[in-house]
Structure formats: structure tokens, C-alpha cells
């Protein structure tokens, strides 16, 4: 195969396609801004599907039911926090242009709302989170009116068990029950979400699966399903579900890699490029350089190698599960550009003594220092240059797992990130100043 070197000129460079990374490139494209977005697979797909904002506060006990009034305490807890330095109406529009850019191709959230959703994951316990999607809306309205309800799992499926499910919400839901069936066409050996998901896409499985669900769903009248509802339609096959059983339908997500993060995932991979991005998916930035006028990236793929040259760069390559942190003997680092790391001064200091603590680990805090641009900090502890930014759990002072903030973070520091690379393309030299 002869290679080809291909070069793309671009106003703004996107690293990585977690969530951080799409939520800029959707924010990007709503302000008319040349994008190119470049990530190996990224961690979107062992997402739950769930939007969390803030699920709890360091040192409570309590779930937060009202994220929104809460933000005032973790500022004041916590000044250094992601969700501390973007005012709550930015936060507020960075959801609800994330959502609404999902219902608007095909994968429908509920509205942000003053106050969080009680959902449920894929063991039977309980969470709270701001934005569930569509085809799970229907789980949490069952939940809170006790509603007469039947968790369905099946046969050779690994990762989600009904009476699992029904087991740790008996106290809670007493009128929950479970049933395990055989999936249409998948009658012998291991069965897995994906696969299903996309057999569900064609009418005649669904029929099929329709007439299995209505025998046994007649006398409760709510369904609860491991989430597999179809990849690319999950609203239209969740709608078609309920429509030939004359049920109430929800999904609950299984365990990662989980088919609600693959269709975002697959979403964002095939709608992106007809949108006018340059997106480069399974590929990892081998370099970034900065000259005096632009950024340079260096990649490769089977066809040759890449570069793309951009005014801006947003840095959002997430942590250790994405590789946008190494963590080693002599302690972690920033890969990339080598970029100074917030840590615990040594090794022993990342991990308390018991793994189960309640006070959490230092090293879940671990990230790279920015200012209220969003721009790293070098080792001057200035901004290591000005056409860099950085958003997502990348950052520093946040423990996203204990926090339930991970798409709180991501998307409300990329609202910022792009935000202020407007800005910064906005001024002398940037790439709207001749068009002003």
C-alpha cells in the first residue's frame, strides 16, 4: 500500500473523544469554528449513558438532590474545582446545547432540570443524575410511584442480571419482580448487548421480541430491559417496542463497554464528518509542537502520516484509562507535552489504607493545573502557551467517580474551553480577526 502524507489546516484541534472532547467539537461547530478532532477510542463507551452534573459533596454522606444550589457549596469547599470556576448559567447552556444536539440527531435526553434523577445502574442500587436518556426515562417515573414492574433479562447475556436488580431494590420497589427470556434468534451460548442492540434494528426481531414481552408484561404493564434497544435508532425502536406490546418500556444500563456510550460513540464518528469536521478517530497524536503563528499535531494511520496545523488546541485526553495521564514508579505525567501533573508529593501518598475509605484517594485528584481560561499551566506556573486549552477530567482538584460530576466536568470545562478559544480567535492574529 503506498502511503500518503495528508495535511489539514484548521482553526481548532480537539485531542481526544471522550466525552470532553465531542462536547467541544459540538460546541465548536455551534460557533462556526473549523474543527479537526483527533483521539484513540477514548473511555465514552463504558459510559452508563447517564449525564451526571454533581451527585455528591466531599465529606456528605447525603446525595445531592439539587446540583444547582449545591455548585455554591462545592465552590466554597472547593475554589479549585472545574465546576468552581464556570458560572452556573454557562454550565446551564453547555447541557442543554450537549442534549439538545443528541435529540436533534436521534438520541434523545431529558431537559436539564433544578433537580437530579434518581436512576438506576446496572447492579439494582440507586444514583442521582441530571440528564437520562429517553429510551431510560421511563425507569426512574416507575421507581418513584412504585409502579407494578418486571426487569427482564436473558438467557447467555453476562453483565446484567434481573434478579440481581430486583434483589437490591427490594426495599425500595416491593412490587418490582424479574423474568429471564431467550432473545429472538439467540437461543444457545454467550449473547452480548451489542449484537442484540443491532439485531433490535431489524422490525422483524422486534415483532418478535414484542410478542414475548406482551405475554408476560400484560398484568404489570411496565417492562424494565438491559439497555439494547437498537445502535442508531434507539428512540424509534424504543417507541416501536411500546407500541406493538402496548407497554411502558424502559432500559437500565449494563455493565461496560455498555451499548448507551457505543451509540454515542457511533453517533458522533458518522454525523461529525457530515457536519464539516475533520474527525480522525482511532488514531493517537504521536506530537504537538507550537511555532510562533500555530499548532502543529503529528499522527499516522495505515494510509500514511497526518498533520494539522491549527490556531488553537483543546487538550481533553481524560486520564489514566485514556492515557491522557501516565502513572508511574516515579510518580505521573502528562505524556504529550510533559506538562506539570497536581500530585501527591510521593507514591505512598496516592492511596489511603483501606481501598473502601470514605474520604476518598489523593490520586483521584490528580490533573494538570489551568487559569480561568482554561489554558495549562507550564512549570512558571504561567500558560504554557496561548493557544493551548484543556477540558475534562484531565483537569486537576476533582474526583469525578466520588463526585458523580465526570459529564459535569467534561461538559461544563469544554463550554469554557471553547468559549474562551473563541475568544482567543476572536483577537489580532486569531482566525476571525479579518472577518470582524
Known amino acids: 500500500m503506498l502511503e500518503e502524507a495528508r495535511h489539514f489546516e484548521v482553526d481548532l484541534a480537539v485531542i481526544g473523544t471522550g466525552i470532553a472532547g465531542f462536547a467541544s467539537s459540538i460546541f465548536a461547530l455551534n460557533r462556526n469554528i473549523e474543527t479537526a ?11 452508563t449513558g447517564y449525564l451526571d452534573l454533581l451527585g455528591a459533596l466531599e465529606g456528605s454522606p447525603a446525595p445531592v438532590d439539587h446540583p444547582w444550589e449545591d455548585l455554591c457549596r462545592l465552590k466554597a469547599a472547593s475554589p479549585g474545582h472545574p465546576l468552581a470556576r464556570i458560572p452556573a448559567g454557562e454550565i446551564r447552556e453547555g447541557f442543554a446545547q450537549f442534549t439538545t444536539f443528541l435529540g436533534d440527531n436521534g438520541i434523545g435526553y431529558t431537559s436539564p432540570g433544578e433537580s437530579n434523577i434518581t436512576a438506576l445502574t446496572p447492579a439494582g442500587t440507586l444514583k442521582k443524575t441530571l440528564c437520562v436518556p429517553k429510551t431510560m426515562e421511563n425507569g426512574p417515573l416507575a421507581y418513584a410511584r412504585n409502579s407494578p414492574c418486571i426487569i427482564i433479562d436473558f438467557k447467555g447475556l453476562k453483565g446484567f442480571s434481573a434478579r440481581q436488580v430486583v434483589a437490591n431494590l427490594r426495599d425500595s420497589w416491593p412490587s418490582l419482580s424479574s423474568r429471564r427470556l431467550t432473545f429472538p434468534g439467540m437461543d444457545s451460548g454467550e449473547i452480548y448487548p451489542e449484537v442484540m442492540a443491532r439485531a433490535l434494528e431489524v422490525p422483524a426481531t422486534r ?13 404489570v404493564g411496565v417492562i424494565g430491559l438491559p439497555a439494547l434497544l437498537g445502535m442508531h435508532r434507539p428512540d424509534h425502536v424504543h417507541s416501536e417496542l411500546e407500541r406493538l406490546t402496548g407497554l411502558t418500556i424502559f432500559e437500565i444500563p449494563t455493565m461496560p463497554p455498555s451499548v448507551p456510550g457505543i451509540r454515542l460513540r457511533e453517533m458522533f464518528e458518522q454525523l461529525f464528518p457530515q457536519k464539516g469536521l475533520t474527525l480522525i478517530p482511532q488514531q493517537k497524536v504521536d506530537s504537538l509542537s507550537f511555532t510562533s503563528a500555530r499548532a502543529e499535531l503529528r499522527l499516522a494511520d495505515n494510509y500514511g502520516p497526518i498533520t494539522i496545523s491549527a490556531q488553537a488546541v483543546i487538550l481533553a485526553t481524560g486520564r489514566f484509562l485514556s492515557g491522557g495521564l501516565d502513572a508511574r514508579i516515579t510518580g505521573i505525567t502528562e505524556p504529550l ?3 506539570p501533573v497536581a500530585q501527591p508529593g ?14 476518598g484517594h489523593a490520586i483521584h485528584k490528580a490533573g494538570i493545573e489551568v487559569d480561568e481560561t482554561f489554558r495549562p499551566l507550564g512549570m512558571n506556573g504561567m500558560p504554557f502557551d496561548e493557544r493551548l486549552f484543556s477540558a475534562g477530567i484531565i483537569l486537576a482538584h476533582q474526583d469525578w467517580i466520588r463526585g458523580r460530576s465526570g459529564a459535569g466536568v467534561a461538559i461544563a470545562s469544554a463550554y469554557g474551553a471553547v468559549k474562551a478559544v473563541d ?3 476572536q483577537n489580532p492574529g486569531g482566525r476571525k480577526a479579518g472577518q470582524i
Open 346 to 359: 510521593c507514591r505512598t501518598d496516592w492511596y489511603r489504607e483501606k481501598y473502601t475509605d470514605n474520604r
Open 207 to 219: 415483532e418478535k421480541l414484542a410478542e414475548l414481552l406482551k405475554d408476560i408484561g400484560r398484568e
Open 337 to 339: 507535552l510533559d506538562l
Open 37 to 47: 478532532q483527533i483521539g484513540n477510542t477514548g473511555a465514552v463507551a463504558y459510559t
Open 423 to 425: 475568544r482567543f480567535l
